[in-house]
DNA sequence: CTGAAAGCGCTTACAG
DNA sequence: CTGAAAGCGCTTACAG
């Protein structure tokens, strides 16, 4: 029944060493304040004396858990192409740092969710809260997500429930903004390409368009918008296809910087210049975006941010402090070199 | 002394459901062969009932401890601008899934590191092995890291000693080869836009543009070659100073994408047109590599192949199988729109 | 201010 | 094939 105790240094030779029993040490550890100077101070030295450092794993399981807050993303793509999950991991993490709880990398796909409930990937990996991005709504696990009663922020997604709030922009307004430029900039006939048909964003995004141009009195063609998925590639066809049914559009706005590049393609394909002959709004200002094409104009969004937002709504509904359902941050038009003014 | 069981179903749980005791549980759990079929079938069906999955902390402190690989990273910057660590974290964590271990990430700087020294963190933490990547040489991990004797990997750096080894490529040869394609094209007086001067992945490329050189017997100019620190300002400013002083320079070979866009721009301030007056080359090819300038030409790394052999290296020093001191992985010059033949 | 002991949820030798 | 019990490294009521 004994195990090697596999020369790793535990609370009880740091107890062996000052000469106290391992519940002082343990206390002064913690902090308590019924532990005298004199004794904490020998226990400190020989903490530092031995590098010890007590184990996450016990200090768990005897009562004192360290609040950890894991992003579960769904599998992480061959390249992050925009950015995107990279800052928001990186201000996920910054925040759960200054926070003083763990961070943790929870990626899954189909298969996972079929092996593993995510009731008992909660227990299995005692984690507190979670930040999800990317589930689908046919994902197992969006439904148990949903229903679990675990502090749970979810990127844009539309949720409610104690304990749930998503982390998003204001994607309605930010659409109708970018388009109310391209209209101050002369442009009528604005085609839009949209991204994947059943995502949330792409519904916004769209009534921001729709808005923008009623409100400017501009008839509505629904024909004029494309789904483009996100996708580069598949913007580059719809563009090109929407561009040869209607010439007379002179502005393109697209759901993504990656679908821009695309619809920019295809319109230098049709010998179509960018921005003299037509304007090509992007959205997300990914990295890429600044360098292309002396610059796309595109809506920012700040993916740090969101990820700080996420790891702190989180850590609030653990708190037991009160949350908004909706967090909205904050986006950012930016002007660059591929919209201009109608000729 | 009671604690409330706070409502997770523990192993105790099912072992109540079926009516056996928490070892057969256990057994049946872990695969092993000495629980009767039947037994193990109710079990099974009433875990899946109960929705239970043991956890992993306790299963640690039992002594059956999921072995668990960090990637221990120095601060991560605002904007992976070179999608490097993010394709690195994935292929890391694939990696670590397929070979059925944990992954962790664990973000350090001269703060923290203060604050808890290397063997600390292992010892809090619980992990089996590392790989390091952007630990600077002055870092007080730095050191530490390679004295302990945990299974680690390091990213472009040269160690030596039991359970360690350097993921890498051959920088040298990519280099000379990146030269000798541009002095194949014409090109005689080659400038060199340098990394930071500590880092040893400078050095080695800075051999391998000597080497091309030599080999084909152009003189060595010493002051062709300038420290960009791998940053694209830098790089501008550095760049223009270089052209200035050497208006006779048509090909530069710069150790990254960003310096090689930096360098651009320098260029055309000066009015010299890439790549009809100048050639340029990068490094790395970052994912806005292909889009910028109708594309750098570059050297393209496999920051996801990188993950992966690290995270596998890793694996097998734990499982004590032999690991070479250093893995070159394969590179690639990727030819695009920023070179051409001398004119 | 300090320590002996129970408990966290598991695993595993040992004895049947 | 199965179970009682010790142990993993901590924390914390409780008693002094």
Same mark, same amino acid.
């Given at each position: 029944?004994?195990?090697?105790?596999?020369?790793?240094?535990?609370?009880?030779?740091?107890?062996?060493?000052?000469?106290?029993?391992?519940?002082?040490?343990?206390?002064?550890?913690? =902090?308590?304040?019924?532990?005298? %100077?004199?004794?904490?101070?020998?226990?400190?030295?020989?903490?530092?004396? #031995?590098? *010890?450092?007590?184990?996450? /794993?016990?200090?768990?399981?005897?009562?004192?858990?360290?609040?950890?807050?894991?992003? +579960?993303?769904?599998? +992480?793509?061959?390249?992050?192409?925009?950015?995107? #999950?990279?800052?928001?991991?990186?201000?996920?993490?910054?925040?759960?740092?200054?926070?003083?709880?763990?961070?943790?990398?929870?990626?899954?796909?189909?298969?996972?969710?079929?092996?593993?409930?995510?009731?008992?990937?909660?227990?299995?990996?005692?984690?507190? @809260?979670?930040?999800?991005?990317?589930?689908?709504?046919?994902?197992?696990?969006?439904?148990?997500?949903?229903?679990?009663?675990?502090?749970?922020?979810?990127?844009?997604?539309?949720?409610? @429930?104690?304990?749930?709030?998503?982390?998003?922009?204001?994607?309605?307004?930010?659409?109708?903004?970018?388009?109310?430029?391209?209209?101050?900039?002369?442009?009528? /006939?604005?085609?839009? +390409?949209?991204?994947? !048909?059943?995502?949330?964003?792409?519904?916004? &995004?769209?009534? =921001?368009?729709?808005?923008?141009?009623? /409100?400017?009195?501009?008839?509505? &063609?629904?024909?004029?918008?494309? *789904? @483009?998925?996100?996708?580069?590639?598949?913007?580059?066809?719809?563009?090109?296809? #929407?561009?040869?049914?209607?010439?007379?559009?002179?502005?393109?706005?697209?759901?993504?910087?990656?679908?821009?590049?695309?619809?920019?393609?295809?319109?230098?394909?049709?010998?179509?210049?960018?921005?003299?002959?037509?304007?090509?709004?992007?959205?997300?200002?990914?990295?890429?975006?600044?360098?292309?094409?002396? @610059?796309?104009?595109?809506?920012?969004?700040?993916?740090?941010?969101?990820?700080?937002?996420?790891?702190?709504?989180?850590?609030?509904?653990?708190? =037991? %402090?009160?949350?908004?359902?909706?967090?909205?941050?904050? *986006?950012? +038009?930016?002007?660059?070199?591929?919209?201009? !003014?109608? &000729?």
């Amino acid at each position: 029944m004994k195990r090697a105790n596999s020369g790793k240094i535990s609370i009880r030779d740091v107890a062996r060493e000052v000469g106290v029993s391992i519940t002082t040490v343990s206390r002064a550890l913690n =902090g308590y304040s019924d532990v005298s %100077e004199k004794t904490k101070k020998k226990i400190l030295e020989a903490v530092e004396r #031995l590098d *010890y450092a007590p184990d996450a /794993n016990a200090r768990s399981m005897g009562g004192k858990a360290e609040k950890t807050i894991a992003l +579960l993303t769904s599998e +992480l793509g061959k390249r992050d192409e925009n950015g995107f #999950l990279y800052g928001f991991i990186n201000g996920m993490f910054q925040q759960c740092s200054d926070q003083g709880c763990e961070f943790m990398l929870l990626v899954t796909n189909a298969v996972k969710q079929e092996k593993l409930s995510f009731a008992q990937l909660c227990k299995k990996k005692n984690f507190n @809260g979670v930040v999800v991005s990317g589930l689908r709504t046919d994902d197992p696990y969006y439904k148990e997500v949903l229903e679990s009663d675990l502090p749970c922020a979810l990127m844009d997604m539309k949720v409610s @429930g104690k304990h749930k709030c998503s982390i998003t922009i204001d994607n309605v307004r930010a659409s109708r903004e970018a388009v109310e430029y391209l209209i101050r900039s002369g442009h009528e /006939n604005i085609g839009m +390409l949209n991204g994947k !048909k059943m995502s949330d964003v792409s519904g916004e &995004r769209y009534g =921001g368009y729709v808005a923008a141009l009623l /409100n400017a009195k501009i008839p509505l &063609r629904l024909d004029y918008m494309r *789904y @483009g998925d996100f996708l580069e590639d598949t913007a580059f066809v719809q563009a090109k296809k #929407l561009m040869e049914e209607h010439p007379e559009i002179t502005a393109l706005f697209c759901a993504s910087d990656m679908m821009a590049i695309g619809a920019i393609r295809a319109l230098e394909e049709l010998g179509l210049r960018v921005p003299e002959d037509v304007s090509v709004l992007g959205f997300d200002d990914i990295p890429i975006a600044k360098y292309v094409y002396k @610059g796309i104009t595109t809506v920012r969004q700040f993916p740090i941010e969101m990820g700080r937002a996420g790891g702190e709504a989180v850590y609030k509904m653990l708190m =037991g %402090e009160p949350v908004e359902s909706e967090l909205q941050l904050p *986006y950012e +038009l930016v002007v660059r070199g591929t919209t201009a !003014k109608r &000729r």
